[in-house]
């Protein structure tokens, strides 16, 4: 594993009029982590999430994506990250296959790129004698696994995903996190929100945002020292209550 | 006056919802429904609030049964159902005067049963519904639910998507109600959860898994459980997978949980493999199961 950042941000900050949703929040990460970026309901991870895939324009500060610039480079983040959430995935009135199409070419892969990948894709997921079936019949768990797969479908360098197992059964929540280490292992940055605190654990740093700022920021094991916790629902509970 | 329900079953076209699920509710228990997206949650509470019919089997709620009775039974519960379902462009005190209303009683009547919950979104009562934070709507949401002062309390889902501090404190809340009298059903997705609850069912594809105090069901785990832990988690996991003994092997926190097929199961010659595959640092040393992992032994 190299060791070269690519997530770099310095005083991020987003203010909403007077409110400063993201308050001069820093922080790096580097190739092939899994990056856990944990907070509160309302502690201002997603307008943080949305200023570093480049849909929302920072208020000030600096951060730059996969090498590129979130003020200048916005476009060019786009094409070399992936993302996912649980709210939008897949397109359920479109087959599995379709939607592999779908991305695919919005990513700018080319047709015989895309067929060979959607192919391999869909038999290591298993999902041959559903690919030609509509998503949205798809149980959750297993949509969740394809949506995942096709945010890593162009080679992206990081992926972000936002809340990707909630609800999700505890058996499929491991495969996924699977899925995730493999990635990881494989090179790809992996930035990721939960509110599933042993999840928390499986990341290689976590950050915690209290009221817009990062009040907290290292691997599990040492964050527990630091809080004197047990486990990283303990640390959560301690910083996000005050 | 709890939850009475026999054999229940409800089909959707192809898909069976629910399958002849049968359990019972004491009164003033706190009982919960411990289950993944798509395992029929939702569709036993909407039976349940007699807002569905069941294809086959009874069920009675507070004593009345939910087909013939259902117009008792909707003046006896309150509902808090998994998607927020108030009046977004009414305020929070017109929410909670509507409701009120709806129900042949006011805001003052019962005030004292909502009050520690009511009094954290009432500097805002003059706001739409539709512009709270998540936090506040599930308040008012439940303060709504409680209004006409009902014998059982049915609860959606109301810690999805929630953080942990506010999880905790919306358990607290219910525990406090649970203290003055009400019968609580309350549905979740997180196993860890399952802890807070007097008993619980465990439900997967529209089927009961088991039925009992959470203590219980972790004691009857049963095979024995190890923690292995190695510096490479990816190398750690499709190791344990590719050992021929291996019975279960799910990441768990810092932790793999490992279950093995063999009953004189030696950890020693786990390590020795585990080396062999040049994993380092490694620990391997007996635990206790946990609601997840009796859910997932279950399951599979």
């Given at each position: 594993?190299?060791?070269?950042?690519?997530?770099?941000?310095?005083?991020?900050?987003?203010?909403?009029?007077?409110?400063?949703?993201?308050?001069?929040?820093?922080?790096?990460?580097?190739?092939?982590?899994?990056?856990?970026?944990?907070?509160?309901?309302?502690?201002?991870?997603?307008?943080?999430?949305?200023?570093?895939?480049?849909?929302?324009?920072?208020?000030?500060?600096?951060?730059?994506?996969?090498?590129?610039?979130?003020?200048?480079?916005?476009?060019?983040?786009?094409?070399?990250?992936?993302?996912?959430?649980?709210?939008?995935?897949?397109?359920?009135?479109?087959?599995?296959?379709?939607?592999?199409?779908?991305?695919?070419?919005?990513?700018?892969?080319?047709?015989?790129?895309?067929?060979?990948?959607?192919?391999?894709?869909?038999?290591?997921?298993?999902?041959?004698?559903?690919?030609?079936?509509?998503?949205?019949?798809?149980?959750?768990?297993?949509?969740?696994?394809?949506?995942?797969?096709?945010?890593?479908?162009?080679?992206?360098?990081?992926?972000?995903?936002?809340?990707?197992?909630?609800?999700?059964?505890?058996?499929?929540?491991?495969?996924?996190?699977?899925?995730?280490?493999?990635?990881?292992?494989?090179?790809?940055?992996?930035?990721?929100?939960?509110?599933?605190?042993?999840?928390?654990?499986?990341?290689?740093?976590?950050?915690?945002?209290?009221?817009?700022?990062?009040?907290?920021?290292?691997?599990?094991?040492?964050?527990?020292?630091?809080?004197?916790?047990?486990?990283?629902?303990?640390?959560?509970?301690?910083?996000?209550?005050? | 006056?709890?939850?009475?329900?026999?054999?229940?079953?409800?089909?959707?076209?192809?898909?069976?919802?629910?399958?002849?699920?049968?359990?019972?509710?004491?009164?003033?228990?706190?009982?919960?429904?411990?289950?993944?997206?798509?395992?029929?949650?939702?569709?036993?509470?909407?039976?349940?609030?007699?807002?569905?019919?069941?294809?086959?089997?009874?069920?009675?709620?507070?004593?009345?049964?939910?087909?013939?009775?259902?117009?008792?039974?909707?003046?006896?519960?309150?509902?808090?159902?998994?998607?927020?379902?108030?009046?977004?462009?009414?305020t929070v005190?017109?929410?909670?005067?509507?409701?009120?209303?709806?129900?042949?009683?006011?805001?003052?009547?019962?005030?004292?049963?909502?009050?520690?919950?009511?009094?954290?979104i009432e500097p805002f009562k003059d706001r739409?519904?539709?512009k709270l934070?998540?936090?506040m709507?599930?308040?008012l949401?439940?303060?709504?639910?409680?209004?006409?002062?009902?014998?059982?309390?049915?609860?959606?889902?109301?810690?999805?998507?929630?953080?942990?501090?506010?999880?905790?404190?919306?358990?607290?809340?219910?525990?406090?109600?649970?203290?003055?009298?009400?019968?609580?059903?309350?549905?979740?997705?997180?196993?860890?959860?399952?802890?807070?609850?007097?008993?619980?069912?465990?439900?997967?594809?529209?089927?009961?898994?088991?039925?009992?105090?959470?203590?219980?069901?972790?004691?009857?785990?049963?095979?024995?459980?190890?923690?292995?832990?190695?510096?490479?988690?990816?190398?750690?996991?499709?190791?344990?997978?590719?050992?021929?003994?291996?019975?279960?092997?799910?990441?768990?926190?810092?932790?793999?949980?490992?279950?093995?097929?063999?009953?004189?199961?030696?950890?020693?010659?786990?390590?020795?493999?585990?080396?062999?595959?040049?994993?380092?640092?490694?620990?391997?040393?007996?635990?206790?199961?946990?609601?997840?992992?009796?859910?997932?032994?279950?399951?599979?």
């Amino acid at each position: 594993m190299s060791h070269d950042e690519v997530i770099k941000v310095e005083g991020l900050t987003k203010m909403f009029g007077d409110f400063a949703a993201v308050n001069a929040i820093s922080f790096e990460v580097k190739k092939g982590e899994i990056f856990g970026f944990l907070g509160a309901n309302g502690a201002g991870k997603t307008t943080a999430m949305k200023m570093l895939i480049g849909i929302s324009h920072p208020s000030s500060g600096r951060a730059t994506v996969a090498g590129f610039d979130v003020y200048t480079q916005a476009e060019d983040i786009k094409k070399n990250i992936g993302y996912m959430s649980q709210k939008f995935a897949l397109y359920d009135d479109l087959t599995v296959k379709e939607n592999i199409n779908f991305f695919g070419g919005i990513y700018g892969l080319t047709r015989k790129r895309i067929k060979e990948k959607s192919e391999a894709l869909i038999q290591e997921l298993g999902l041959e004698n559903v690919a030609n079936q509509l998503v949205g019949a798809l149980p959750l768990g297993w949509k969740q696994k394809l949506s995942f797969s096709v945010s890593l479908f162009h080679d992206p360098k990081i992926v972000f995903l936002d809340e990707p197992t909630g609800g999700v059964d505890p058996i499929t929540r491991r495969q996924f996190w699977e899925m995730i280490y493999k990635a990881a292992h494989q090179g790809t940055t992996i930035f990721v929100t939960t509110h599933y605190m042993d999840e928390a654990e499986y990341c290689d740093r976590v950050s915690i945002m209290v009221n817009g700022k990062i009040e907290a920021l290292d691997t599990p094991k040492k964050l527990k020292e630091q809080f004197q916790a047990e486990s990283m629902n303990d640390v959560f509970l301690k910083l996000a209550r005050g | 006056m709890g939850i009475s329900v026999t054999n229940i079953s409800k089909s959707y076209k192809n898909a069976k919802a629910l399958q002849d699920i049968s359990f019972e509710v004491k009164p003033n228990e706190l009982f919960g429904i411990i289950g993944p997206d798509g395992a029929g949650k939702t569709t036993l509470f909407r039976i349940l609030t007699t807002l569905l019919f069941p294809d086959q089997g009874t069920a009675t709620v507070a004593g009345f049964d939910v087909v013939k009775d259902y117009k008792k039974i909707r003046n006896s519960v309150g509902y808090m159902p998994g998607k927020f379902s108030l009046y977004h462009d009414l305020t929070v005190e017109e929410n909670l005067n509507f409701f009120a209303t709806i129900f042949g009683t006011t805001i003052e009547e019962n005030y004292n049963l909502i009050k520690d919950i009511y009094i954290q979104i009432e500097p805002f009562k003059d706001r739409r519904a539709g512009k709270l934070s998540g936090g506040m709507k599930q308040k008012l949401a439940l303060s709504c639910a409680l209004i006409h002062k009902p014998k059982v309390l049915f609860l959606d889902e109301p810690t999805t998507g929630v953080d942990p501090v506010s999880r905790k404190e919306f358990w607290e809340m219910l525990k406090r109600l649970q203290q003055k009298g009400i019968t609580i059903l309350v549905s979740t997705p997180y196993m860890d959860e399952a802890a807070l609850c007097d008993r619980v069912a465990l439900i997967q594809d529209g089927k009961i898994l088991q039925i009992d105090t959470p203590e219980a069901i972790v004691k009857h785990y049963p095979t024995s459980l190890y923690n292995v832990r190695s510096t490479n988690m990816y190398q750690l996991i499709t190791s344990l997978k590719t050992y021929e003994h291996h019975h279960s092997v799910y990441p768990f926190g810092e932790f793999v949980h490992y279950t093995d097929t063999r009953s004189d199961f030696n950890p020693e010659d786990l390590k020795v493999y585990l080396e062999s595959k040049t994993l380092s640092d490694i620990q391997i040393e007996r635990t206790e199961a946990t609601i997840e992992d009796s859910f997932m032994e279950l399951s599979t």
